[in-house]
């Protein structure tokens, strides 16, 4: 856990948060999003991290295997533009992932 100095508040970090679960019946043309906010305005990068894991309820970073990383670039330090979003595209045999500012 380390403290966050702009929400002023401890975090604790290499959390997962499960976009599809195993077993889960996903439809073809079905998208899920996930929202996910930068520390601070100062910073222009976020990276997000998917992971892949055989158990139901995984919780950190260690219960999977990483696949892959994403990133997205802010256009201004501005506060009212904090959150990004990951958007999985489920088809026949592909996923497609998009990670983008929210504002756009």
């Known amino acids: 856990r380390v403290y966050d100095k702009y929400r002023k508040k401890w975090i ?43 158990r139901k309820n995984p919780t950190v970073a260690k219960d999977g295997y990483q696949l892959g990383t994403i990133a997205t670039h802010f256009e201004t330090q501005s506060e009212s533009d904090m959150h990004c979003v990951l958007e999985f595209h489920f088809d026949d045999t592909l996923i497609k992932t998009v990670f983008y500012a929210q504002s756009r």
């Open 12 to 54: 604790v970090l290499h959390c997962l948060k499960v976009i599809a679960r195993k077993n889960e019946e996903i439809y073809v043309g079905q998208i899920k999003r996930s929202r996910c906010p930068r520390s601070s305005p100062n910073r222009m990068h976020v990276l997000s991290y998917i992971y892949y894991s055989n």
